[in-house]
């Protein structure tokens, strides 16, 4: 069973918009949540975290938010350029900033901007 | 500039035959990470490693995966003998975590990937 769930495959949002990707979780030992961005034939790379004591972190354009109550967090970009068009996985780890855990991903949104 | 490599970067084989992947983690990261991504599950956990020894490897069909890390810059991920679902792209991740009094950020780094066809 997922433990990591992003219900979203796909989402085309317009350049300049707002991009909303979501991501449910079941464990609520979780309490480190990340997300990594993915380009074709690339590896996934690091975007932006959030601990489980914080509701909210943002970096420039991207803002993650923390749901706790209803295990849920999101991600938001804004504005959305065209460059952001990628794979997005949500993950979640039990060991906090101290990773003694591994990361247990999302199965990814794919994020389409349109110019 | 640091970066997590992984060889092969293309592995097309026939069934039945052995496939052998490696990956030199960043130096000075403790913890090295085997993932699978497929279509179907997206992400998954194979195994990991922690100061070379290993610490999970229930993600893995045992019978016929195995991963070893003979030394801190070299981890391997052995499939012997290949099955057609075996098909995947397979990522190496290396962190430096759990270590006291070190700065954490907490993320992994991934290598680009291994993308293995078993025919």
């Known amino acids: 069973d997922q433990q990591v769930k992003q219900n979203s495959p796909s989402l085309s949002v317009q350049e300049g918009r707002i991009s909303i990707l979501n991501c449910d979780y079941t464990n609520s030992m979780f309490d480190y949540f990340l997300w990594y961005k993915k380009y074709p034939a690339e590896g996934p790379t690091f975007l932006i975290s959030?601990?489980?004591?914080?509701d909210k972190n943002e970096d420039g354009r991207f803002t993650v938010f923390l749901n706790k109550s209803a295990k849920h967090l999101s991600l938001h970009i804004v504005p959305s350029q065209p460059g952001d068009s990628a794979v997005y996985f949500c993950a979640a780890s039990a060991g906090g900033l101290r990773g003694n855990t591994p990361l247990v991903f999302g199965k990814g949104t794919r994020l389409s901007v349109i110019a | 500039d640091a970066r997590v490599t992984q060889t092969p970067r293309h592995k097309v084989t026939e069934m039945g035959q052995e496939v052998t992947m490696r990956c030199q983690p960043i130096?000075?990261?403790?913890?090295v990470f085997w993932y699978r991504q497929t279509m179907m599950q997206g992400l998954e956990l194979l195994a990991y490693f922690r100061n070379r020894a290993p610490l999970d490897d229930s993600g893995m069909p045992k019978d016929r995966f195995s991963a070893e890390m003979p030394d801190a810059t070299l981890a391997t991920l052995k499939i012997q003998p290949s099955e057609p679902r075996d098909s995947a792209v397979y990522f190496c991740?290396?962190?430096?975590?759990?270590?006291?009094?070190?700065?954490?950020?907490?993320?992994?780094?991934f290598g680009e990937g291994s993308r293995l066809t078993v025919l």
């Open positions: 991740a290396s962190g430096r975590v759990g270590r006291p009094g070190l700065p954490n950020t907490g993320e992994l780094f």
């Open positions: 130096l000075g990261h403790n913890t």
């Open positions: 959030i601990s489980s004591i914080k």
